[in-house]
């Protein structure tokens, strides 16, 4: 009896982690192509362009020392982690539960390493 | 291992609440200059006073970085704690298909999807459970029970405390366990269990942080006693398995009596503990799974009594799973993300959240 089961679970798992690698895959061909074309990005406004959140909020900070002021999520994202304050998290996104934790998360992240933009913004 | 991975992926590196104490955790123990706030966000923290996680996730933040590190680490763990299963079944049941059940059920449980390998350490917390239970059965496997035995246990049980506090389920149990067996006079035999504070009473006075439930009196309040506040309690934790507890209850009823007051007890004991979370910090399916080491077996059986009745029972086996797998996956999908629920809050309150994210994603996707 449970070696039949055992194979046929086996096989949908493994089917299934296949699905889940092409798709994981794709994400990261196509972030790769963000991640260009947000460091291409040569006016704050082409950064709007850039779909993945987190490419579009490393997009923007590259433009915050010259005094750009924000007008879109991912640039008050970007600020927040840029000024390293975490109130400026909830004054931006009080009611935006995911985003406020990750603003949040990056800032503590950026405080110590400086890399509160690299790995964030894995948001359901 | 491959159904653990497939679970795991969906909430793999996301954030909670209780990240925001994980995080500054790992810089406050890699002696990086904190400022004063987060300093008070680490040492006041709940999530500190588990420390063994963050010690690893402190040795690979430099390779890795913070959350990476967490959720790999978590990976692994579900993984381990999905192969203890399938061998704590096995002692308990005798039998290798309801282990193997138990151990698939494990992996695809709701609460595992939806918080195992965030950067949390909860499954950690899944883990001590069910190593403590085998080192029990261990124990429990002598002929004669030796105090020494019972220090072996004081000391795992004392470091797991430092891993997460799911452990303190195991003391009334073993208590229990100890006393069905031998009887009540040699209670006092148990004496070496007291030990078992000491790990984390040096962990608090080295690193001056509060006692176990420091801060928590203040997460006491009257919204917890309501009506309302027992209603969101049961619906929490009967979204957390939904319709494992049926196939529970049809294994509870084909089970050996002997094995029932194993069950028994273990229940008791992590009831015991939900209802004290219930009213000391926030309801959550994650503390829920600590229910797992009674609930996953039973239904195995029950899966299994199923299946024996019908001429297909292969068929039946992998339907019965793969409908606990997808309530599981869809649930974990739908459960609310974008709305703070107060620890407080009432039945109502996560009725309407979970509405709410309903409409979020089911809208999102239309």
């Known amino acids: ?124 | 291992m491959l159904l653990s991975i497939i679970s795991s992926s969906l909430y793999y590196n996301t954030v909670l609440v209780d990240t925001q104490a994980y995080v500054p955790s790992v810089y406050y123990m890699q002696d990086k200059q904190l400022q004063d706030d987060d300093v008070v966000r680490v040492t006041e923290s709940y999530a500190f006073k588990r420390p063994v996680e963050i010690l690893f996730a402190t040795l690979l933040e430099p390779f890795i970085g913070v959350r990476q590190s967490y959720s790999l680490m978590n990976v692994f763990i579900v993984i381990t704690t999905t192969f203890l299963v399938y061998f704590y079944a096995k002692k308990l049941l005798k039998e290798e298909a309801t282990a193997y059940i138990s151990a698939v059920l494990f992996a695809v449980s709701l609460p595992i999807i939806l918080y195992a390998t965030r950067v949390l350490v909860d499954v950690a917390g899944y883990l001590i459970l069910i190593f403590g239970l085998l080192a029990g059965e261990w124990v429990f496997d002598k002929k004669e029970i030796q105090w020494y035995h019972h220090a072996c246990i004081a000391l795992l049980f004392g470091v797991s405390l430092l891993v997460r506090d799911t452990v303190i389920i195991l003391f009334p149990y073993y208590i229990m366990r100890y006393v069905y067996k031998e009887g009540f006079r040699k209670i006092f035999s148990l004496w070496p269990l007291v030990c078992a504070i000491i790990p984390q009473l040096l962990f608090m006075w080295w690193f001056q942080v509060g006692f176990l439930l420091s801060g928590k009196s203040s997460a006491i309040t009257a919204g917890k006693y309501s009506l309302l506040g027992w209603l969101k309690f049961f619906i929490v934790h009967i979204a957390a398995f939904h319709i494992l507890y049926v196939f529970a209850y049809l294994g509870l009823r084909n089970e050996t009596k002997e094995i029932c007051i194993k069950h028994g007890m273990y229940a008791i004991s992590a009831l015991t503990y939900l209802v004290g979370i219930q009213l000391v910090a926030l309801t959550s399916p994650r503390f829920s799974m600590v229910l797992f080491p009674v609930l996953i077996p039973l239904a195995a059986v029950g899966i299994v009594h199923i299946a024996k009745k019908t001429s297909r029972q292969n068929t039946i086996l992998l339907l019965c799973i793969l409908v606990y797998a997808l309530i599981s996956f869809l649930g974990a999908w739908l459960y609310p993300a974008h709305t703070m629920i107060a620890e407080d809050a009432g039945g109502n309150v996560v009725i309407q959240a979970i509405i709410n994210e309903i409409q979020h994603k089911i809208g999102g996707l239309l």
């Open chain 1, 1 to 124: 009896m449970i070696d039949n089961l055992s194979k046929q679970l086996f096989w949908i798992s493994f089917v299934m982690l296949i699905i889940i690698f092409v798709v994981q895959i794709n994400n990261g061909i196509s972030e790769h192509k963000q991640s260009q074309q947000a460091y291409a990005a040569e006016n704050p406004e082409a950064c709007e362009a850039v779909e993945s959140f987190r490419y579009q909020a490393v997009c923007y900070s590259r433009f915050l020392d010259s005094g750009y002021s924000c007008a879109t999520d991912a640039c008050y994202f970007a600020y927040a982690v840029h000024i390293e304050d975490d109130w400026y998290c909830d004054k931006v996104f009080p009611t935006n539960v995911p985003l406020n934790l990750e603003c949040r998360v990056s800032v503590f992240i950026e405080r110590y390493t400086h890399e509160g933009l690299s790995d964030c913004c894995y948001m359901e």
